[in-house]
């Protein structure tokens, strides 16, 4: 089958996979999170220590991963690793998910930030809607990102790259820059209200983690490109590692930045921090800085979203789980018709303003997925103990306990905050089933 489907060029190096799992996580969220994780926790040190347990918690994820894709390089990322470990059926329900919802979702999501911003500046990102220049722009800003990456592998890798640097230097100058020429805010006698010990702090430091959570997600996206990259066994790992090193670092940076420019309680009460030191930092001249900022780190996730989305349909078509048309690759190394298919959906979620409500009954999926993705672990080592783990992943039945021990927390908060979203993902799945069921019989007459 994957002959049929044209064969897929290993040219990308760590780089590249780095660049995408900044992309990826290094969203708007850094710039609105840490103002809503300052409010719930009461102090400085609680603050920084719940982005370090952020970065832990990614950890986990990336030590699973770092083994799953240096051993099994294949493009398709955690559908691959289902398909392995728990079978055709799993990882169609997974990749179908991803495909029809999950990814051109979340693209249509940032497109629209990035269009607000390019429409009416930095000051949209502080309220919720749509105007008709946003959603115009975030159209075409959709429709061109696909199109450099239709063009082939390298151009949309090569644009991925530049957009990283572009990020980190970005992103890094400005936070220097900000503290350095906006003075430190005079103490304040605190007017909040935060919880200090016991049951009450738990639950803010409960809180306090979804948000840094999904402010860090995206982190190891590079997995979904394994079949793309030269020496997988030691590129991916390093890159994975690289990435979390390299996102850590800039969240930590700009917490920093914006405790010194709005103190603690500031930045407590402020709705959008970024916005707020930008313009303490450089006056008039703030909302221009952070919209340039925004825009390079939203086309960034954009680029990201191409670049790995593709890979998911590919890895479906070469097991017979997907139309040929979505898997197949010509010479220029980008799967075309999932490109275009994502491309579309994204187009069609920013035109009916429904991607809000489709993101949501998506989370408990991911949740879901990632914690077989590291029972899979557990169960290659047992099925395949031969294959060449050129990363092995250190204590790993205590590092897949864990892993499974938060999406399983996850998946009963979003059961009783979310019980309609669950209901919703029950019925995909059920649906789902049957579509695979359709299909393996068809594929069998």
Known sequence: MSSSLGELRRILGPLTGVAVCVGMAIGA???????????????????????????????LDVLILAEMGSSVPRVGGLVAYLHLSFGPRVAFLAGWSMLLVTWPASLAVVAVATGELVAGGADTLTVAGTSPLGVTVAVVVVLVVAGVNVLGLRY?????????????????????????????????????????????????????????????????????????????????????????A????????????????????GLAQSKFPALDVARAAFHECGGLVLTAIAVVILLGAVNAYFLTGPRIARVLAEEGL????????????????????????????????????????????????????????????????????????????????????????????????????????????????????????????
């Open 322 to 445: 997907a139309g040929s048309f979505l898997g197949r690759v010509p010479r220029s190394g980008t799967p075309v018709g999932a490109t275009v298919w994502i491309a579309v959906l994204a187009v069609v979620f920013v035109l009916t303003n429904t991607f809000d409500d489709l993101l949501a009954v998506t989370v408990p999926l991911i949740s879901a997925t990632t914690g077989l993705v590291a029972a899979g672990l557990l169960v290659q080592r047992v099925r395949a103990p031969e294959r060449p783990r050129p990363f092995r992943t250190p204590a790993a039945t205590l590092v897949v306990a864990l892993q499974l021990a938060l999406s399983g927390f996850l998946l009963v908060s979003y059961c009783v905050s979310k019980p309609l979203a669950v209901t919703i993902d029950a019925g995909a799945v059920a649906a789902g089933l049957i579509v695979h069921a359709l299909l393996v019989r068809r594929r069998g007459s």
């Open 246 to 265: 390299v996102i850590t670092g800039l969240y930590l940076l700009a917490n920093a930045t914006f405790l010194h420019v709005l103190g603690l309680e």
């Open 156 to 244: 949309g890798a090569g644009f991925e790259i530049v957009l990283f640097l572009a990020k980190v230097l970005l992103l890094g100058g400005v936070c220097v820059a900000a503290a350095l020429a906006a003075p430190p805010p005079a103490a304040a006698a605190t007017s909040l209200t935060v919880p200090t010990a016991g049951g009450a702090l738990l639950a803010a430091v409960g809180g306090a983690m979804t948000q840094v959570i999904f402010t860090y997600d995206g982190y190891a996206d590079a997995v979904y490109l394994a079949g793309e990259t030269r020496d997988p066994g030691r590129a991916l790992p390093r890159a994975l590692f690289t990435a979390l």
């Open 29 to 59: 969220g850094i710039l609105r999170t840490p103002g809503e994780v300052a409010a719930a926790l009461p102090s400085v040190p609680w603050i920084f220590g719940v982005w370090l347990l952020g970065a832990l918690v990614a950890g």
